[in-house]
């Protein structure tokens, strides 16, 4: 087993950031996938449960590692900023008000993958909005998410070309 302990800080962060990238595109060829040869299983409710899981498990190992509180809408942006979202993305977090924020994702690389294997775009908007949901459900029980965007649906002028997707955080 890799001795962790004995790696330099730099080294242990590049390799951790490349099984990362490792395990996103693997997400992703799994999704391709699943959708040629499973199409009936593709899309449906139990598919997208299992994204709400992922999120779930994501927050309760955060949650687990960091031991942050996570009552207030603020706590809950520290655990975004500690999220594979802020570890593959480009996002910005804007604390609208008490209750709410605003996230972006500015140059996703999801979409960048999807051009470069000739797609239009890379169809998010259900399985972000279930990770979504079940990484603040599990964070606090209160909190709700809204899509505001993703790519293969209307963008609003509120949203700026350069944002790829955006999302409300609200507690109630």
């Known amino acids: 087993m890799l001795d962790i302990s004995a790696l330099q800080k ?10 990362m990238y490792s395990l996103n595109h693997m997400w992703l060829m799994l999704e391709l ?3 040629e040869k499973a199409p009936q299983d593709y899309g449906t409710d139990e598919y997208y449960r299992l994204y709400e899981d992922y999120g ?8 687990r590692s960091l031991g942050l ?7 809950l942006a520290d655990y975004l900023r500690h999220s594979h979202w802020a570890i ?8 609208l ?14 979409q960048k993958a999807a051009r470069k294997w000739g797609l239009d775009h890379y169809d998010c908007g259900i399985g972000g909005l279930r990770i979504r ?3 603040f459900g599990a964070l606090n029980a209160g909190s709700t998410v809204q899509r505001v965007y993703a790519p293969g649906g209307q963008r609003p002028e509120s949203v700026p070309p350069e944002v790829s997707c955006e999302w409300l955080v609200s507690l109630e």
Do not use: K, W
Not at 10 to 19: E, I, S
């Open 33 to 35: 996938y699943i959708a």
């Open 88 to 95: 593959f993305e480009t996002i910005e977090i804007t604390e």
């Open 97 to 110: 008000s008490a209750t709410s924020l605003r996230m972006r994702t500015r140059d996703c690389t999801a």
């Open 56 to 63: 779930s498990h994501e927050a309760r190992r955060l949650v």
């Open 10 to 19: 730099d080294t242990l962060h590049n390799v951790m950031l490349q099984q």
């Open 69 to 75: 509180p996570v009552g207030t809408i603020e706590d």
């Open 133 to 135: 949901t079940g990484f």
